[in-house]
């Protein structure tokens, strides 16, 4: 099946510091990559979309200035917290479209990013 | 009302049991349907997805949807405690030319834990 890497699986980091997060599709291209936030057992909540090439588009509430987006190739999007402050402190997790045929409509998702900021 | 309704559980069962996992949903233009396993702190895991109405079986693992009732279920035979996760359905809908528009509706996953 497709394959999503993400990386760091965990990082702590100082108040006011950025944290950059990758996902990467291994064995397929994807058109489109998504990150999630998940609150301790609650459900994931969309953050924002990317499409390769074009800005990402937010969901509603959520600050593009202090999330950034950047999907640069087919293969690899990065999510940078901006500024991050102790509330910031989260389960980041990025999935992607992948396959052919009606496989392109199902979602793969990396193994996540536990955010901790101090 | 949700879109998507799943009982949290959660769900405890011993093992070897058939377990059975459920969701309602209530946008009829919801076309493609999964099942996601989800490990304490790691991502969902594709088990298994299903277009339109019908059965899927995949190991131990069988997909129902029945899309007049907007209902699916997860059954999984057998249950083994590695098969303790937070299970997630999730559905998306599709434009004319059959592309998903992108965004999963999930459910709010179900806690099951299956002891020996």
């Known amino acids: 099946g497709a394959v999503v890497s993400q990386h760091p699986s965990w990082v702590i980091c100082k108040s006011g510091t950025s944290v950059k997060i990758e996902c990467r599709s291994l064995?397929?291209?994807?058109?489109?990559m998504f990150w999630y936030r998940q609150f301790p057992k609650q459900s994931l909540m969309l953050m924002a979309t990317?499409?390769?090439?074009?800005?990402?588009?937010?969901e509603q509430g959520v600050e593009k200035d202090k999330f950034l987006i950047n999907h640069a190739s087919l293969t690899l999007s990065t999510l940078t917290v901006t500024s991050a402050h102790p509330e910031d402190s989260s389960f980041y997790i990025c999935s992607a479209n992948g396959g052919a045929g009606g496989a392109k409509n199902i979602q793969y998702f990396g193994a996540g990013t536990r955010l901790s900021v101090l | 009302q949700k879109e998507v309704e799943q009982d949290p559980g959660p769900l405890s069962v011993p093992e070897g049991a058939i377990v059975s996992l459920n969701c309602t949903y209530s946008n009829s233009a919801f076309q493609y349907f999964m099942w996601y396993r989800q490990y304490s702190r790691k991502g969902p895991e594709l088990l298994m997805y299903?277009?339109?109405?019908g059965n899927k079986e995949d190991g131990r693992f069988t997909a129902q949807v029945d899309k007049s009732s907007k209902y699916i279920s997860l059954f999984i035979r057998d249950s083994q405690p590695s098969d303790s996760a937070t299970y997630l359905c999730?559905?998306?809908?599709?434009?004319?030319?059959?592309?998903?528009?992108?965004?999963?509706?999930f459910g709010q996953g179900t806690i099951l834990t299956v002891h020996p």
């Open positions: 064995d397929f291209q994807a058109t489109t």
């Open positions: 999730a559905m998306t809908s599709v434009d004319a030319g059959g592309t998903s528009y992108g965004k999963l509706t």
């Open positions: 990317s499409n390769e090439g074009s800005k990402a588009t937010y």
């Open positions: 299903t277009y339109s109405s």
